[in-house]
């Protein structure tokens, strides 16, 4: 997966609205056999495989556990994190608010090439607090072999993968004004003139209980300027009228940041 240098969200998206992280993401390359020292690790039980790694990692870092976070990730990672201040901000919030905890990160899509050493997975991270609620967020966790062991090298945020997410959970929620400001105005005026957006609302207002839309991510492509994210929308599935829409979401980025400004799969048609 080709990475940009744009300035774009950083690492734990999850907790931005507490964390209030500088925008922008890290990319860290190291050489495959870097000679910098990493902390003994015959403490730990050092996972297998990088799915267990993620997990571990997520979890050592909820937990402060920082000599097995640094175990986990690859010197410039550990490095960045430190210098940059995350890891003092994290123990300050942990702080504040002990409840928050780690939960799971549930991989969407991976790729593992034992060959070159590498490996990524898309998935969500999810978090939770007894004071807040805490959004999840599709992250790329990536990895490299390091001497036989798999090490985090690299978190990316995808912005309009959240976007499009964010537009699915705010018809969910009834709220509008979210919905509007996640749509180029083309897009919005489309689906104003079309009657897609009255017909929605309406439809929306006739369900008082229970889920009446879940966006599953199942592909993504983000370049610079243009975003296409595919995935399931079910509407409706806690009731016999529901159905399951195969959609292609497309993006722009402007300078507030990503808009939808096409959905392929249903709207293109009828709603």
């Given amino acids: 997966m080709m990475m940009n240098k744009k300035p774009l969200k950083l ?28 902390p003994a690790v015959q403490d730990f039980s050092y996972p297998d495989n990088p799915f267990t790694v993620i ?42 608010d002990p409840s928050i905890q780690y939960v799971i990160f549930l991989v969407l899509d991976s790729h593992v090439d034992m060959l070159r050493g590498e490996a990524w997975a898309l998935g969500r991270a999810s978090w939770k607090s007894a004071r807040r609620r805490i959004p999840d967020y599709n992250e790329t966790v990536f990895l490299r072999l390091v001497n036989g062991q798999w090490k ?29 400001t996640l749509l180029t105005d083309r897009y919005w005026n489309r689906l104003e003139t079309t009657g897609v957006i009255p017909a929605l609302i309406k439809d929306r207002a006739q369900v008082t209980s229970g889920v ?33 829409d195969t959609v292609k979401v497309l993006l722009v980025r402007e300078p507030t940041g990503w808009k939808i400004d096409g959905i392929r799969g249903h709207w293109e048609q009828t709603k």
């Fill in 55 to 96: 997990d571990s990692f997520y979890r050592a870092f909820a937990e402060n556990n920082w000599d097995y976070v640094q175990a986990l990730t690859t010197p410039a990672l550990f490095r960045y994190l430190n210098e940059s201040g995350l890891i003092s901000r994290w123990e300050l919030i942990k702080k504040q």
């Fill in 152 to 180: 985090v090298v690299q978190i990316r945020v995808h912005a309009s993968v959240e976007v499009a997410g964010d537009f699915y959970q705010a018809i969910q929620d009834a709220d509008w004004q979210r919905f509007r």
């Fill in 11 to 38: 690492i734990f998206a999850a907790l931005v609205s507490i964390v209030l992280i500088s925008s922008g993401f890290v990319i860290l390359r190291e050489s495959r056999n870097s000679n910098l020292s990493s």
């Fill in 212 to 244: 009446y839309v879940v966006f599953i991510v199942t592909d993504f492509t983000e370049l610079d300027s243009r975003a296409w994210v595919t995935g399931d929308v079910i509407w409706c599935p806690l009731s016999k009228w529901g159905k399951e």
